[in-house]
């Protein structure tokens, strides 16, 4: 998937099945909507690639695939009307025009999207919340956020004129939601930014002392800036740093843990722990830690929509949950016997301070994290750039045919988006000085944007979409009053510290 310079289609029929969205943008007079970038998915995978008839099939309904004979008119179909209207998901018969993704490549994706940052903070959500509490936790969240993940699924695949999770909100709650969703969307995505960067940062000083966190945070805007213009086919291939990342945080997580005979750092000789929570605010700030570390949801609609056959969707999130739980569970788990209540914000740091390592693995491991944050700052933040340049209409659009030179109009759309994605990296940098603490970036980003975007808004969603409030599934409500209550809590606290 990549952006491309390129004016405005001269005709719809040319290009229709080429690219919806572009169809979208063409005909209707809503402002259409960003598309979500799924930085995983390989090159060739596209959401404007050309659709397999014989694979689009009712998702809602839960028919066999069928072939579609005629599409209706895009035109009458993308009335305003007809999008902000709130249809039971249910019930809504729509053609599913299915993507190029088999089941194993998305849940590849999926893993390695909900694998990131937040595995170093594990522990230490573990250490706040107790052995009781962090447990509990951590089944518990996986389980909702693999259940509200089915649901924005099942929403997004019910119509083919909706791609994006602002479209949701406009199918659920009306057009007047869609600043607030956008809103959410980019406030998570830039409180993910400055997570990255912080620990560059702190990774880069644990190796190299010798300048201050504050001026690595500066000297990684001469990386950021250029990297956040290169095309998605190219940082695609970065992802895999991260993959590599977190084998190896496991590897040597338990390498020293069994390499080490005494206390603190051993797990044959674990540290003092506990039962219960350490603190009522601690635990609030648990609530985030963990959160954090499932909040993928802002490109489930990116991944339904590429999947070869939609229909197995449920089944691959599911494996995909299960399995960064178990790994999350594991983790935390383990730094938590390792180190106690001495537990730093990072796991990472821990272990290239404690004597008795191994120095040479730990600094391998140290230089990896110093790499990743870099690699995943481009993928990160470019859905929230293209969002902000929809909003001020600089965008591009792809995938459409432009012969001989670029109109000056064209030129300065260029010149602003170099302007407004390096702005982007800059303003990032400055807040992560100002806010240099790695746990209450993820303890925010989890206790509120996370809250907010895999939990209360789907469920909220699902609740409209079927009937209304009075309407209402008990299990909904609960969990919606469960997530509202954790979250308050958890980003009253974070703002605290």
């Known amino acids: 998937m990549t952006q491309e ?39 060739g995978i596209s959401f404007t690639s050309p659709p397999v008839p014989d694979r689009s099939h009712s998702f809602a309904t839960g028919t066999r695939p069928e072939i579609i004979a005629r599409r209706p008119s895009l035109a009458s179909s993308l009335h305003p009307r007809n999008i902000a209207r709130r249809d039971s998901f249910e019930s809504t018969k729509g ?32 250490a706040y919340a107790g052995w009781i509490g962090g447990s509990v936790l951590i089944v518990f969240y996986g389980f909702i956020t693999c259940y509200t993940a089915k649901i924005l699924a099942k929403i997004i695949l019910s119509d083919p004129r909706l791609r994006t999770y602002a479209d949701i909100g ?26 990255l960067i912080t620990l560059f940062a702190d990774s880069l000083h644990s190796v190299v002392p010798s300048h201050s966190k504050t001026t690595y945070k500066l000297v990684s805007l001469l990386i950021l800036i250029p990297t956040v213009h290169l095309p998605l086919s190219f940082l695609a291939y970065t992802s895999i740093i991260g993959i590599v990342s977190t084998i190896l945080i496991l590897f040597v997580v338990f390498f020293d843990g069994f390499s080490k005979q005494t206390s603190p750092g051993s797990l044959i000789s674990p540290a003092p722990t506990d039962l219960a929570p350490y603190s009522v605010e ?3 700030v648990a609530f985030g830690l963990m959160m954090a570390g499932f909040s993928g949801h802002a ?13 197995q969707f449920d089944k691959m999130i599911e494996w995909a949950f299960i399995v960064a739980t178990i790994i999350y569970g594991i983790l935390g788990a383990a730094g938590y016997l390792m180190f106690g209540y001495a537990i730093s914000d990072e796991v990472s740091q821990d272990l290239l301070h404690t004597v008795g390592y191994n120095p040479t693995l730990n600094k391998v491991l140290m230089w990896m994290l110093v790499i990743m944050p870099i690699s995943k700052f481009a993928l990160g933040t ?37 302007l407004t994605r390096s702005l982007l990296a800059v303003f990032a940098v400055i807040v992560s000085i100002l806010i240099p603490d790695f746990s209450s970036m993820m303890a925010f980003l989890g206790s509120f944007s996370a809250f907010m975007i895999c ?41 605290m510290q």
Do not use: C, Y
């Open 170 to 195: 406009r199918r659920a709650f009306g057009p007047r939601s869609v600043p607030l969703t956008s809103t959410l969307f980019a406030l998570e995505l830039f409180s993910l930014s400055v997570v």
């Open 382 to 418: 470019r859905p929230l750039s293209v969002t902000i340049e929809i909003l001020l209409g600089i965008e591009t659009l792809a995938h459409v045919e432009h012969t001989g030179p670029s109109p000056p109009r064209s030129t300065w759309k260029t010149i602003f988006r170099v």
């Open 5 to 43: 310079d390129s004016a405005a289609p001269q005709t719809l029929s040319s290009s229709l099945t080429n690219s919806v969205f572009d169809g979208l943008r063409a005909l209707s007079p809503i402002p259409a909507p960003h598309e979500e970038e799924t930085p995983l998915l390989q090159k």
């Open 455 to 495: 939990v209360i808004g789907p469920v909220s969603a699902k609740i409209m979409l079927e009937g209304g409030w009075k309407k209402a599934k008990l299990w909904d409500l609960l969990l919606l009053l469960i997530a509202v209550v954790m979250a308050v809590w958890g980003t009253v606290v974070a703002f």
């Open 299 to 311: 490109v489930i609609p990116s991944l339904a929509k590429d999947m070869r056959d939609p229909r």
């Open 95 to 126: 053609f599913v025009l299915s993507g190029s993704s088999t089941f194993g490549q998305t849940l590849f994706n999926s893993i390695a999207i909900l694998l990131g940052i937040g595995m170093l903070s594990e522990p230490l959500a573990f």
């Open 282 to 284: 601690t635990l609030g």
